[in-house]
């Protein structure tokens, strides 16, 4: 049984934050985990620099509301620490705090800045052998997890245990995917990561979510809520849930490890539920209502015709190049000033549209339904 905390939480005033994150670490009873002479990490999602009214990344007033609460309990040695996408320097660290509204959080607690990462090893029986990791996660003596619940092109939820992936170093992010260009084997290796690196809390920010093209091309959704719990797996599926997201493969993932448990709900389970747009890239399937015999050339014809891919608006592209940097098979190039694509070799990873600065692409595929 894991118990998942759920609070109305109507906007970001400091008191509606402050009442949240005391009734949620009251009812995972977090006091005792702690004590003074700890290094607490804070993860939130920190995914690229923007402002926080277009919801994209956590919300730094719930940040600092969890750190003043463990300030309140004599916990000082508090670090604010991510791995945005792109490359992983102090100047993008600088940019990001600045753009995203962490500055100020500097008087209360230390932004990271160092880049540096080590290799941990992982258990036996799992399929990733190691993972590089930045090195505040792999010395502090506690993570919580911060992450802003959103929809996601590639993943559908980016919900907690996605957020932990802000844990790999920068551009070795795009590697990860070309590794695990499957969608399952990428779901496993998220699980691997989060088993591996076991997160002691997970507060996440859906006061305002972000619905359709996560996590970075999306639509502010007011859902008035945070969650909390210790168990990030099992806390996805009450989320996916309470946002109406169905067939989402993590998911499924998580079930065929075992990880979902039963969940005991505390605090607002009747809070309204919001349902959240999908993303462009959801795949369709409607071979369910085929004849058995012609369920596999549909499925192939679907397959073909509806997977969906990157489309670059060039007159929106201001060739920065941020695409290409983060394409893990390499096949972008800037040629002009603009962004060129080809479709082969293209594995869905979205990590181009993830990293567009200026919404430029899309997800289209070869046929409209
Ligand atoms: S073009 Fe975009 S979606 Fe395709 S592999 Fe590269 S980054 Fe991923
Ligand atoms: S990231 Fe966007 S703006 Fe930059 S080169 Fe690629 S498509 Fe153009």
Same mark, same amino acid.
């Given at each position: 049984?894991? $118990?998942? @905390?759920?609070?109305?939480?109507?906007?970001?005033?400091?008191? +509606?934050?402050?009442?949240?994150?005391? #009734?949620?670490?009251?009812?995972?009873?977090?006091?005792?985990?702690?004590?003074?002479?700890?290094?607490?990490?804070?993860?939130?999602?920190?995914?690229?620099?923007?402002?926080?009214?277009?919801?994209?990344?956590?919300?730094?007033?719930?940040?600092?509301?969890?750190?003043?609460?463990? !300030?309140?309990?004599?916990? %000082?040695?508090?670090?604010?620490?991510?791995?945005?996408?792109?490359?992983?320097?102090?100047?993008?660290?600088?940019?990001?705090?600045?753009?995203?509204?962490?500055?100020?959080?500097?008087?209360?607690?230390?932004?990271?800045?160092?880049?540096?990462?080590?290799?941990?090893?992982?258990?036996?029986?799992?399929?990733?052998?190691?993972?590089?990791?930045?090195?505040?996660?792999?010395?502090?003596?506690?993570?919580?997890?911060?992450?802003?619940?959103?929809?996601?092109?590639?993943?559908?939820?980016?919900?907690? $245990?996605?957020?932990?992936?802000?844990?790999?170093?920068?551009?070795?992010?795009?590697?990860?995917?070309? !590794?695990?260009?499957?969608?399952?084997?990428?779901?496993?290796?998220?699980?691997?990561?989060?088993?591996?690196?076991?997160?002691?809390?997970?507060?996440?920010?859906?006061?305002?979510?972000?619905?359709? %093209?996560?996590?970075?091309?999306?639509?502010?959704?007011?859902?008035?809520?945070?969650?909390? +719990?210790?168990?990030?797996?099992?806390?996805?599926?009450?989320?996916?849930?309470?946002?109406?997201?169905? /067939?989402?493969?993590?998911?499924?993932?998580?079930?065929?490890?075992?990880?979902?448990?039963? #969940?005991?709900? $505390?605090?607002?389970?009747?809070?309204?539920?919001?349902?959240?747009?999908?993303?462009? @890239?959801?795949?369709?399937?409607?071979?369910?209502? $085929?004849?058995?015999?012609?369920?596999?050339?549909?499925?192939?014809?679907? %397959?073909?015709?509806?997977?969906?891919?990157?489309?670059?608006?060039?007159?929106?592209?201001?060739?920065?190049?941020?695409?290409?940097?983060?394409?893990?098979?390499?096949?972008? !190039?800037?040629? /002009? !000033?603009?962004?060129?694509?080809?479709?082969?070799?293209?594995?869905?990873?979205?990590?181009?549209?993830?990293?567009?600065?200026?919404?430029?692409? @899309?997800?289209?595929?070869?046929?409209?339904?």
């Amino acid at each position: 049984m894991s $118990v998942i @905390s759920i609070r109305k939480t109507p906007d970001y005033s400091p008191e +509606a934050l402050s009442a949240a994150v005391n #009734a949620h670490m009251e009812a995972l009873n977090i006091e005792g985990d702690l004590s003074h002479d700890m290094r607490v990490a804070i993860k939130p999602n920190l995914v690229s620099p923007r402002r926080p009214d277009t919801a994209t990344t956590t919300h730094p007033g719930l940040v600092e509301a969890v750190v003043n609460w463990l !300030r309140d309990r004599g916990i %000082n040695d508090i670090v604010i620490v991510d791995s945005p996408g792109g490359l992983y320097t102090a100047q993008t660290l600088r940019n990001t705090y600045s753009t995203c509204g962490y500055r100020e959080l500097g008087s209360i607690a230390e932004l990271n800045y160092d880049v540096s990462w080590r290799t941990a090893e992982t258990p036996e029986g799992f399929k990733n052998r190691s993972f590089n990791i930045i090195t505040p996660l792999l010395d502090a003596d506690y993570i919580i997890n911060m992450p802003k619940l959103k929809t996601h092109s590639m993943m559908t939820l980016s919900g907690a $245990v996605k957020n932990m992936f802000g844990a790999i170093p920068g551009i070795q992010k795009p590697e990860m995917h070309y !590794r695990w260009p499957d969608i399952m084997d990428f779901a496993n290796m998220l699980a691997e990561l989060n088993l591996l690196l076991k997160p002691n809390l997970s507060i996440v920010d859906a006061v305002d979510g972000m619905e359709g %093209n996560g996590p970075n091309s999306g639509s502010r959704i007011h859902a008035g809520v945070t969650f909390a +719990a210790r168990d990030p797996f099992t806390l996805d599926k009450v989320m996916a849930d309470f946002i109406g997201l169905k /067939d989402v493969e993590l998911l499924d993932k998580y079930e065929e490890l075992g990880l979902i448990k039963e #969940a005991e709900i $505390v605090g607002d389970d009747q809070a309204d539920r919001v349902k959240f747009k999908y993303p462009d @890239s959801k795949p369709l399937d409607f071979t369910g209502h $085929v004849p058995k015999l012609l369920r596999g050339p549909a499925k192939w014809f679907l %397959n073909t015709a509806l997977t969906p891919l990157p489309k670059v608006d060039r007159s929106k592209c201001v060739g920065c190049g941020k695409c290409a940097e983060s394409c893990p098979p390499q096949i972008i !190039r800037i040629r /002009d !000033r603009k962004a060129h694509f080809t479709s082969k070799g293209c594995i869905s990873c979205f990590c181009c549209q993830e990293m567009c600065p200026v919404h430029a692409i @899309s997800i289209k595929r070869r046929v409209n339904l």
